[in-house]
């Protein structure tokens, strides 16, 4: 689309100017405002006689739009609603979720977007962001160059094969990427015309999907191995060439990949990945905010990971950082996290074991002293008991795997335990809210991955914080964006998460919730990207002169979904940007 955002020099009116007109505006969705087209931009732009006669403003088309999404009778439907509404309207899109975020947030994202994940090729109706398949691996640099936008901001890209805890989606994966990038532009402000979300189709091992006569994606078995790992590099490398100031988020890829392809571009390329660095980030926000409720000091914690995934990876190596920040020595703080998988904990007389898990092992002589039934598989439960952890986060994509037991023996450990059942959808919490507050009698202090509605025990409500990863990737990608970083280090997501900590007030605490509510997000957002810019300066990947007068320029930079005039230059072919 050719169109550009210019200032008038004479009157400082913001406008886009096009060369563009009739409904070819109309179909775009980036330059559509339906109704709201005044009388003279429809006579000017050639619209007379394309639209209803009657000219309203945002507010009325709110009111229309909002009226239809509630007419909607089930999530699946108004997830569907939204994203028609995105590809006609982005503008208006964004702004109905941002006056409904707490509403609407969980159907644009989690939990309802794994449903979408999961029926992809059957409710697809148009075209968004990249599908790269594997039979194209020589020809990536003509389809990025297919795209309308030539600077990206941005890019999300996925293969599809650990779709949140829904295992591999193939093709439909490409729901998370489009999902993720709509919390970009609506937490943070990036500009939706500069995001690319990109499907890498390797083929799925998904049975169901490769039967289905609707499946839009590469009907044959994954491709792994060497042949795997060259079609990333060659993707690498194509978007280094097209777009060397982007910043790329890798996305539910597979543990060993996610943590592979991590570790092999992290120090080549702008990149991060937020199933690892940015769950570990909110996580550690929920922790340094959870001080205020417990009175404990970081270093006093101990923490048990019930999963051992790329996540808790993550997690466990974020909190070391802090731990060491907080004085201890990095073995020391190693010491105090236990990891459990589904071997039950995780000790060094187990052979073969992966680097992270070799890590954080338990030397045996610790757990040769516990009572146990099967030395060999120490259980989740026989783990609380024995090493008494004082925070217990689920990482194991497993319903149910915290028990009355286990939750009723956090208590015994502590006063105020701190439980986490993080793993999405909800249908793959470790436990419900609810039970984590009815088990522990109101003394567990819960955080929950997916949203859970307030819990009501003995005369008090609870309001069970999320520990939404929308809280810190979208400011960390403002931050890069805005102070142009040049590489994405640990130490931005633990600024992130003190930065994130501050916004929780004692109403939030009061409430027991270590999280704020969604509508302080860009404001969250805004104190994420400007520590972001501090600390790449700090340690430069970025250039000093972006100190001066910082937080005005983050927040100048973020787009808010807003009508602007829009006037006719034939005589331009103007850039997206």
């Known amino acids: 689309m050719a169109w550009h955002v210019q200032t008038d020099p004479q009157t400082g009116e913001r406008y886009i100017a096009t060369n563009r007109r009739g409904r070819d505006l109309l179909a775009r969705p980036l330059t ?167 499907m890498l189709d390797v083929g799925t091992d998904n049975e169901e999907a490769l039967e289905d006569p609707l499946y839009l994606g590469l009907r044959q078995k994954r491709v792994r191995g060497e042949a795997y790992q060259e079609f990333i590099d060659l993707f690498v490398d194509a978007v280094t060439q097209a777009y060397p100031h982007v910043l790329v988020q890798w996305e539910d890829f597979l543990k060993g990949n996610a943590i592979a392809q991590l570790k092999r571009f992290r120090d080549k390329i702008c990149c991060f990945n937020d199933d690892i660095q940015g769950t570990a980030s909110v996580v550690m926000g929920g922790l340094y905010a959870s001080q205020r409720i417990t009175g404990r000091k970081l270093h006093d914690e101990r923490v048990l990971l019930a999963g051992a995934g790329a996540s808790a990876q993550g997690i466990s190596d974020l909190i070391v950082s802090a731990m060491v920040e907080d004085g201890l ?52 439960e026989e783990t609380v008991r024995f090493a008494k952890p004082t925070v217990l986060l689920g990482t194991s994509g497993t319903p149910g795997v915290f028990t009355q037991e286990v939750v009723h023996g956090m208590t015994q450990n502590t006063e105020r335990p701190l439980v986490f059942p993080l793993s999405n959808p909800t249908s793959k919490a470790e436990c419900t809210a609810a039970d984590a507050l009815a088990w522990s009698e109101g003394r567990a202090i819960v955080a929950t991955g997916s949203p859970f509605d307030p819990v009501h025990l003995n005369g008090k409500t609870f309001r069970i914080g999320q520990c939404n990863n929308a809280f810190v990737f979208p400011g960390v990608g403002l931050g890069i964006w805005v102070g142009q970083i040049r590489r994405v280090t640990n130490e931005m997501f ?38 972001v810019v501090k600390r790449g300066v700090e340690q430069g990947h970025a250039e000093h002169w972006l100190l001066e007068g910082l937080e005005d320029r983050v927040r100048q930079a973020m787009w808010f979904p807003e009508y602007l005039p829009i006037r006719y230059q034939a005589e331009a072919e103007y850039a997206l940007s």
């Not at 998370?176 to 015309?193: H, M, N």
């Not at 020391?332 to 992966?354: K, M, N």
């Open 329 to 380: 020595t990095k073995q020391e703080a190693q010491r105090r996290i236990w990891t459990t998988d589904s071997r039950g904990l995780v000790t060094t007389a187990r052979t073969g074991l992966e680097e992270f898990k070799a890590t954080y092992a338990r030397p045996q002589d610790e757990v040769s002293a516990w009572a146990v039934k099967d030395p060999s598989h120490i259980t989740l």
């Open 494 to 531: 633990l600024d992130a998460a003190k930065a994130l900590a501050q916004h929780v007030g004692p109403e939030d605490l009061a409430e027991t919730s270590l999280f704020p509510h969604l509508e302080s997000i860009r404001e969250i957002s805004h104190s994420v990207a400007c520590a």
């Open 32 to 198: 559509n405002k339906g109704t709201v087209f005044s009388q003279a931009e429809r006579e000017e732009l050639g619209l007379l006689g394309l639209l209803p006669p009657a000219v309203g403003g945002m507010d009325r088309q709110l009111v229309r739009t909002y009226e239809n999404y509630s007419s909607k009778t089930t999530d699946m439907e108004r997830f569907v609603f939204l994203v028609s509404l995105q590809d006609r309207n982005e503008t208006l899109f964004h702004r109905l979720v941002h006056d409904h975020i707490d509403e609407m947030m969980p159907i644009v994202y989690t939990p309802v977007v794994g449903e979408a994940c999961l029926t992809f090729s059957h409710i697809y109706r148009r075209e968004r962001g990249l599908f790269i398949p594997y039979d194209q691996r020589h020809n990536i640099a003509q389809l990025l160059a297919n795209y309308h936008c030539k600077e990206p901001s941005v890019i999300v890209v996925t293969d599809g094969e650990r779709i949140l805890g829904l295992g591999d989606q193939g093709v439909g994966g490409m729901g998370i990427p489009i999902g993720k990038l709509a919390l970009y532009t609506l937490c943070a402000g990036i500009p939706p015309q500069t995001t690319l979300p990109i």
